[in-house]
């Protein structure tokens, strides 16, 4: 049953676990990306809100809080973790109820980057799986699965913390689907024993499987325990070094879990081994004590460090293991306690009540309840013996043995009880002994009544069904009738006694299990007194300690020992009562056992009385055999003439059939040579001059295509089911008429496809279209020649639909290939990261104009504030704009959709939704590409004009998706309204652009302006040759980028007219 990890990546070489590594790091970061995708709100540039309310500020207040803390907490030194940080986190949770700011805040952070900070974030979430919220298993679960993929990247290492976070990481995640599978448990897993009850729901197996469930979630704990300490180098004082307390700190949650773990798995195991034989749990018994002394080496090992020493006061284990098969082992079980002294958190952490480990309460929980009755002051001299005279140390002395007497007397009762107990137990199991013979002797007497009855019950059986085949054959029997009435009498008779001897065994039954219940509460009687005497036992033991350990605390354990003797004297009390009800029950238990004697008694007459009964049985019998053999012969004969006459009759039937059969086939052949012409006239009209001019869709041939393949299954079903019988074609028919009739139809509609399609495509279509039709033919042929219909099948006309709806696919549009239920999605997809888009770029515009006024000066300053302030004038008017296109998009599907969903008005409105997704596109690129075009221009490494041209190109894509958004708005709508404002002012903050860009151009070309004061009369007209000949140059090279722009433009008309599926549209 033992599980452990596997070590498969030890023969890697380090380039591949160095690129394991890169691509699981690569992985997470996605991931950490994906999630931290949200829509960041505009800079301040665009738009600035008012002050939220005040939920918000403490929102905002408790997340901004919870990140300092975890950041300080998972970090990258090589230091424990601080308790208050820690502490900060939990809080947070209980806070938050829940942990969605944690995992806000750890997706952030490079944990596949740095094994310390991914060492140190496990230390931290295994206390919130302990200390936090209910609701940080629920929020966390979510992760597991990328816990997973960390823990085996990390585990390519095999040096530093890789190892240690490849084992913990197992560990954590061992640790979410324990909690998972096994709700009741709480994180800090302490429970008392009725809760571990209630965890199993009393079902042996669900405690077999809990058991094993905790033997591998012990495993996992030692696994690290093992880990830990083999990294360390423990011939140094590893403990008090930073790097050292680092590694070693995590431990002390590791030994909170262990505690409990080995706890309950003493437990369960004492119950299995009550309940299932000691050979089933051998395994369990095997895992336990190897588990056992691993986990008594690690805490025996951990106590001795001076780390540890402070924080935590580890438990020892006993020296031997627990016995279990001993059941009274159990009693002598301690449960390990793990202490944490309340100066146990870190110098610099405040003081705060730990919020998991609450066993140190019950040390101080009678000097709590002592100070509230007596005072703080009293507590300290309970009875003022400092300051009394009258009562000195002999005194006490004399009392503390008065007590000793006591016990001991308590305990010679006790003693004397346990033997009375012992006794009555040894009379009622000799009395149950001879119960249990007796009830074995009534059983078998009962069992040859039963095999008696079951012979008798046999016979009548065969005798009534002789009796019918004779009232079949002949009704003059009535003498047989009527002796097989009394029969029936008889056996009812006999049935009603046999009823009264299952109910005497069933009431014997009861009785006995009555007794077995009684035996069972004097067993926990005297289980009860055993464990009062070991608590009485264990008291007196803590008393005498105390006592020899300190006098000042004499006066304490004075009250101690008057309580407890006030106890005990109550317990006696109620033993005696336990004992004397006990008795009453054995009185009562002899009264039911004469009472069973004397029932035996009649039933032992009542068997005798049936014995006779039945041999009378016997002998009527016998006398039926010898009336009923002569009436056979006559009813043999008589059953020969019928067997005659039924075979005269199946022949006629079978007669009638071949006659039916052959008029189904009849109609079923004059079916298939109608559908047979319906293709052959599908075949004549492709030659047809009138049909050369036809056109259709390759989507409509699709959708013929694939009702010709669904209606070829029915045919086959329906072809199926006319063979096993051939009497009945009333469902193959239909099939045959709706196949050729959709055969027909996909034949023309190919031809019809074929006219629009290239060359190539449309010869293949039509050749696939006219071999599709001849293996119709052939198919219907076939249903038409009796010797042939059992063996036809529609295996070829199935291949030639497959090539026509291959070759429709391929002259499909290609903007066609996303599914019509996914168009919905899509829209709001691009919506959303052309808003996306528009954000980041203004962003960026922010952050070039930070850069601009810390770095530039004087002209070029000015010039690049107002480029980068027209820019974001911009943005602001095209966030206004994308917003208003999406309230007029939501109000269209609103009113066109009717009953249908959004998705289902997408689909049905296909070009119109990929219109909105083109024109989305093109606003989010053209935002992107302006963006980069001005961040060129600031560095004065771009061109102006290439900002102007962007604008430009921004304006006209704002203006498509303006286009393509009010093509089926209202006119008098609102938020048609809205978008053509919003429109006017793109164009208005477009012209913006234009013209800060323009100026700022002109400005710097006057700073720029040449001198030609100092030039001489050869230089300037060496200038003005170099100049005419640049002028050529930059004319042909317009000439030529003139001639390109427009065969883009060209090239860019016809892709988007395939895509938005403007060719299809015309032709329709």
Same mark, same amino acid.
């Given at each position: 049953?033992? #599980?452990?990890?596997?070590?498969?990546?030890?023969?890697?070489?380090?380039?591949?676990?160095?690129?394991?590594?890169?691509?699981?790091?690569? $992985?997470?970061?996605?991931?950490?990306?994906?999630?931290?995708?949200?829509?960041?709100?505009?800079?301040?540039?665009?738009?600035?809100?008012?002050?939220?309310?005040?939920?918000?500020?403490? *929102?905002?207040?408790?997340?901004?809080?919870?990140?300092?803390?975890?950041?300080?907490?998972?970090?990258?030194?090589?230091?424990?973790?601080?308790?208050?940080? +820690?502490?900060?986190?939990?809080?947070?949770?209980?806070?938050?109820?829940?942990?969605?700011?944690?995992?806000?805040?750890?997706?952030?952070?490079?944990?596949?980057?740095?094994?310390?900070?991914?060492?140190?974030?496990?230390?931290?979430?295994?206390?919130?799986?302990?200390?936090?919220?209910?609701?940080?298993?629920?929020?966390?679960?979510?992760?597991?699965?990328?816990?997973?993929?960390?823990?085996?990247?990390?585990? =390519?290492?095999?040096?530093?913390?890789?190892?240690?976070?490849?084992?913990?990481?197992?560990?954590? *995640?061992?640790?979410?689907?324990?909690?998972?599978?096994?709700?009741?448990?709480?994180?800090?897993?302490?429970?008392?024993?009725?809760?571990?009850?209630?965890?199993?729901?009393?079902?042996?197996?669900?405690?077999?499987?809990?058991?094993?469930?905790?033997?591998?979630?012990?495993?996992? %704990?030692?696994?690290?325990?093992?880990?830990?300490?083999?990294?360390?180098?423990?011939? #140094?004082?590893?403990?008090?070094?930073?790097?050292?307390?680092?590694?070693?700190?995590?431990?002390?949650?590791?030994?909170?879990?262990?505690?409990?773990? /080995?706890?309950?798995?003493?437990?369960?195991?004492?119950?299995? =081994?009550?309940?299932?034989?000691?050979?089933?749990?051998?395994?369990?018994?095997?895992?336990?004590?190897?588990?056992?002394?691993?986990?008594?080496?690690?805490? /025996?090992?951990?106590?001795?460090?001076?780390?540890?020493?402070?924080?935590?006061?580890?438990?020892?284990?006993?020296?031997?293991?627990?016995?279990?098969?001993?059941?009274?082992?159990?009693?002598?079980?301690?449960?390990?306690?793990?202490?944490?002294?309340?100066?146990?958190?870190?110098?610099?952490?405040?003081?705060?009540?730990?919020?998991?480990?609450?066993?140190? +309460?019950?040390?101080?929980?009678?000097?709590?309840?002592?100070?509230?009755?007596?005072?703080?002051?009293?507590?300290?001299?309970?009875?003022?013996?400092?300051?009394?005279?009258?009562?000195?140390?002999?005194?006490?002395?004399?009392?503390?043995?008065?007590?000793?007497?006591?016990?001991? $007397?308590?305990?010679?009762?006790?003693?004397?009880?346990?033997?009375?107990?012992?006794?009555?137990?040894?009379?009622?199991?000799?009395?149950?002994?001879?119960?249990?013979?007796?009830? &074995?002797?009534?059983? =078998?007497?009962?069992?040859?009544?039963?095999?008696?009855?079951?012979?008798?019950?046999?016979?009548?059986?065969?005798?009534?069904?002789?009796?019918?085949?004779?009232?079949?054959?002949?009704?003059?029997?009535?003498?047989?009738?009527?002796?097989?009435?009394?029969?029936?009498? #008889?056996?009812? !008779?006999?049935?009603? !006694?046999?009823?009264?001897?299952?109910?005497?065994?069933?009431?014997?039954?009861?009785?006995?299990?009555?007794?077995?219940?009684?035996?069972?509460?004097?067993?926990?009687?005297?289980?009860?007194?055993?464990?009062?005497?070991?608590?009485?036992?264990?008291?007196?033991?803590?008393?005498?300690?105390?006592?020899?350990?300190?006098?000042?605390?004499?006066?304490?354990?004075?009250?101690?020992?008057?309580?407890?003797?006030?106890?005990?004297?109550?317990?006696?009390?109620?033993?005696?009562?336990?004992?004397?009800?006990?008795?009453?029950?054995?009185?009562?238990?002899?009264?039911?056992?004469?009472?069973?004697?004397?029932?035996?008694?009649?039933?032992?007459?009542?068997? &005798?009385?049936?014995?006779?009964?039945?041999? $009378?049985?016997?002998?009527?019998?016998?006398?039926?055999?010898?009336?009923?053999?002569?009436?056979?012969?006559?009813? *043999?004969?008589? @059953?020969?003439?019928?067997?005659?006459?039924?075979?005269?009759?199946?022949?006629?039937?079978?007669?009638?059939?071949?006659?039916?059969?052959? %008029?189904?086939?009849?109609?079923?052949?004059?079916?298939?040579?109608?559908?047979?012409?319906?293709?052959?006239?599908?075949?004549?009209?492709?030659?047809?001059? +009138?049909?050369?001019?036809?056109?259709?869709?390759?989507?409509?041939?699709?959708?013929?295509?694939? +009702?010709?393949?669904?209606?070829?299954?029915? @045919?086959?079903?329906?072809?199926?089911?006319?063979?096993?019988?051939?009497?009945?074609?009333?469902?193959?028919?239909?099939?045959?008429?709706?196949?050729? =009739?959709?055969?027909?139809?996909?034949?023309?509609?190919?031809?019809?496809?074929?006219?629009?399609?290239?060359?190539?495509?449309?010869?293949?279509?039509?050749?696939?279209?006219?071999?599709?039709?001849?293996?119709?033919?052939?198919?219907?042929?076939?249903?038409?020649?009796?010797?042939?219909?059992?063996?036809?099948?529609?295996?070829?006309?199935?291949?030639?639909?497959?090539?026509?709806?291959?070759?429709?696919?391929?002259?499909?549009?290609?903007?066609?290939?996303?599914?019509?239920?996914?168009?919905?999605?899509?829209?709001?997809?691009?919506?959303?990261?052309?808003?996306?888009?528009?954000?980041?770029?203004?962003?960026?515009?922010?952050?070039?104009?930070?850069?601009?006024?810390?770095?530039?000066?004087?002209?070029?300053?000015?010039?690049?504030?107002?480029?980068?302030?027209?820019?974001?004038?911009?943005?602001? $008017?095209?966030?206004?704009?994308?917003?208003?296109?999406?309230?007029?998009? *939501?109000?269209?599907?609103?009113?066109?959709?009717?009953?249908?969903?959004?998705?289902?008005?997408?689909?049905?409105?296909?070009?119109?939704?990929?219109?909105?997704?083109?024109?989305?596109?093109?606003?989010?690129?053209?935002?992107?590409?302006?963006?980069?075009?001005?961040?060129?221009?600031?560095?004065?490494?771009?061109?102006?004009?290439?900002?102007?041209?962007?604008?430009?190109?921004?304006?006209?894509?704002?203006?498509?998706?303006?286009?393509?958004?009010?093509?089926?708005?209202?006119?008098?709508?609102?938020?048609?309204?809205?978008?053509?404002?919003?429109?006017?002012?793109?164009?208005? &903050?477009?012209?913006?652009?234009?013209?800060?860009?323009?100026?700022?151009?002109?400005?710097?070309?006057?700073?720029?302006?040449?001198?030609?004061?100092?030039?001489?009369?050869?230089?300037?007209?060496?200038?003005?040759?170099?100049?005419?000949? #640049?002028?050529?140059?930059?004319?042909?090279?317009?000439?030529?980028?003139?001639?390109?722009?427009?065969?883009?433009? !060209? !090239?860019?008309?016809?892709?988007?007219?395939?895509?938005?599926?403007?060719?299809?549209?015309?032709?329709?």
């Amino acid at each position: 049953m033992a #599980r452990g990890p596997t070590g498969g990546g030890a023969e890697r070489s380090c380039g591949e676990c160095a690129a394991e590594q890169e691509r699981r790091g690569g $992985a997470m970061d996605r991931v950490s990306s994906s999630m931290r995708q949200a829509a960041n709100p505009l800079p301040r540039v665009l738009s600035r809100r008012a002050g939220g309310g005040g939920l918000e500020a403490e *929102r905002e207040n408790f997340e901004r809080a919870q990140t300092v803390s975890i950041n300080k907490a998972i970090n990258t030194q090589e230091v424990a973790v601080k308790e208050k940080h +820690a502490r900060t986190c939990i809080l947070g949770t209980h806070h938050e109820k829940g942990a969605q700011t944690f995992w806000s805040v750890v997706n952030r952070l490079p944990l596949s980057g740095n094994a310390v900070l991914c060492w140190k974030f496990c230390h931290v979430f295994h206390k919130l799986l302990r200390d936090g919220h209910s609701n940080v298993l629920k929020d966390s679960v979510r992760y597991k699965n990328e816990l997973s993929d960390m823990s085996r990247m990390w585990g =390519h290492l095999s040096e530093g913390y890789g190892q240690l976070c490849s084992i913990y990481l197992k560990l954590l *995640r061992t640790k979410m689907e324990f909690h998972t599978k096994n709700p009741r448990f709480p994180g800090n897993l302490q429970m008392s024993d009725r809760q571990l009850d209630e965890a199993g729901e009393n079902d042996v197996n669900n405690f077999f499987q809990l058991t094993v469930e905790m033997f591998d979630y012990l495993e996992c %704990e030692l696994n690290l325990f093992q880990t830990v300490f083999s990294s360390l180098d423990m011939s #140094r004082s590893v403990s008090v070094t930073a790097a050292g307390q680092c590694r070693l700190a995590p431990l002390i949650q590791v030994i909170l879990d262990c505690s409990h773990l /080995y706890d309950y798995t003493v437990k369960l195991l004492f119950k299995l =081994h009550s309940c299932l034989p000691a050979d089933t749990l051998q395994g369990h018994r095997d895992r336990f004590l190897e588990q056992f002394r691993k986990l008594k080496d690690f805490f /025996y090992r951990s106590s001795n460090l001076q780390y540890f020493k402070r924080l935590i006061q580890i438990p020892q284990l006993p020296e031997n293991p627990p016995n279990f098969l001993r059941a009274s082992a159990l009693s002598e079980h301690i449960s390990p306690v793990v202490v944490i002294p309340a100066e146990a958190s870190s110098p610099d952490s405040e003081p705060i009540t730990d919020l998991v480990e609450m066993e140190t +309460a019950s040390q101080s929980l009678f000097d709590n309840k002592f100070d509230d009755i007596f005072g703080s002051s009293f507590s300290s001299d309970p009875f003022n013996f400092n300051s009394q005279n009258g009562m000195n140390k002999d005194d006490k002395d004399r009392l503390i043995e008065q007590l000793y007497k006591e016990i001991g $007397a308590l305990k010679e009762e006790l003693e004397s009880f346990k033997a009375e107990s012992e006794r009555r137990s040894l009379q009622l199991r000799g009395r149950i002994s001879e119960l249990e013979a007796e009830l &074995a002797e009534q059983r =078998h007497l009962k069992q040859q009544a039963l095999d008696d009855s079951e012979f008798l019950r046999t016979e009548l059986e065969e005798l009534k069904k002789q009796r019918e085949d004779t009232e079949k054959a002949q009704r003059s029997l009535t003498e047989i009738e009527r002796r097989a009435q009394a029969n029936e009498q #008889r056996y009812s !008779k006999l049935k009603e !006694k046999y009823s009264e001897l299952v109910q005497n065994h069933a009431d014997l039954l009861r009785k006995n299990a009555e007794v077995t219940k009684q035996v069972t509460v004097a067993r926990q009687a005297q289980g009860d007194v055993e464990r009062e005497k070991k608590e009485l036992e264990d008291s007196f033991q803590r008393v005498s300690e105390q006592s020899q350990r300190k006098s000042q605390e004499q006066a304490e354990v004075l009250e101690t020992l008057k309580r407890e003797l006030a106890a005990s004297k109550q317990e006696l009390q109620v033993l005696q009562g336990t004992l004397e009800t006990s008795m009453q029950e054995g009185a009562e238990q002899n009264t039911r056992i004469a009472g069973l004697e004397q029932e035996r008694d009649s039933l032992s007459q009542a068997a &005798a009385q049936h014995g006779k009964e039945m041999a $009378a049985l016997q002998a009527e019998l016998q006398q039926l055999r010898d009336a009923l053999s002569s009436e056979k012969e006559s009813s *043999r004969k008589e @059953l020969e003439t019928l067997q005659m006459q039924l075979q005269d009759k199946e022949s006629a039937e079978r007669t009638l059939q071949q006659h039916r059969a052959e %008029e189904q086939f009849a109609l079923l052949q004059s079916s298939a040579q109608e559908a047979e012409r319906m293709v052959q006239d599908a075949l004549g009209r492709l030659e047809d001059p +009138a049909h050369i001019s036809c056109t259709g869709s390759a989507d409509y041939l699709l959708s013929r295509t694939s +009702a010709a393949s669904e209606c070829i299954e029915r @045919l086959q079903d329906a072809h199926s089911k006319y063979l096993a019988n051939r009497t009945d074609v009333s469902t193959l028919l239909p099939c045959v008429a709706l196949f050729a =009739h959709l055969i027909s139809d996909t034949i023309l509609q190919g031809s019809a496809t074929s006219h629009m399609a290239p060359m190539e495509p449309a010869d293949r279509l039509l050749e696939a279209c006219k071999q599709c039709g001849s293996e119709a033919i052939s198919y219907l042929s076939s249903l038409q020649d009796p010797g042939s219909v059992a063996s036809v099948n529609c295996t070829a006309v199935t291949n030639c639909l497959c090539r026509i709806s291959a070759i429709g696919e391929e002259l499909r549009p290609r903007g066609l290939d996303v599914e019509q239920e996914e168009l919905g999605d899509l829209v709001d997809k691009e919506m959303a990261a052309t808003s996306a888009a528009i954000e980041t770029a203004a962003a960026r515009i922010e952050e070039m104009l930070s850069k601009a006024r810390a770095g530039d000066t004087g002209v070029k300053l000015e010039v690049n504030e107002r480029i980068l302030g027209s820019c974001t004038g911009l943005m602001q $008017a095209i966030q206004v704009l994308v917003l208003a296109s999406k309230d007029l998009q *939501r109000e269209i599907v609103e009113s066109g959709r009717g009953a249908a969903s959004p998705k289902e008005f997408y689909a049905r409105n296909s070009r119109w939704t990929e219109g909105l997704i083109s024109a989305s596109k093109a606003v989010g690129w053209g935002a992107t590409v302006m963006v980069d075009a001005a961040d060129l221009v600031v560095q004065g490494k771009g061109k102006f004009e290439e900002l102007m041209v962007c604008s430009h190109e921004i304006a006209a894509s704002t203006a498509q998706l303006v286009a393509a958004s009010k093509v089926k708005a209202d006119k008098d709508s609102a938020n048609l309204s809205k978008l053509q404002q919003a429109s006017r002012g793109v164009n208005q &903050a477009t012209a913006g652009v234009v013209a800060s860009t323009k100026s700022g151009k002109s400005q710097i070309e006057e700073k720029n302006s040449m001198d030609f004061s100092s030039m001489t009369l050869t230089q300037i007209k060496r200038q003005e040759m170099d100049s005419q000949v #640049r002028v050529l140059e930059l004319e042909n090279q317009l000439q030529k980028e003139r001639q390109k722009l427009g065969e883009l433009r !060209k !090239k860019h008309y016809e892709l988007a007219g395939v895509a938005e599926g403007w060719e299809e549209d015309g032709t329709d």
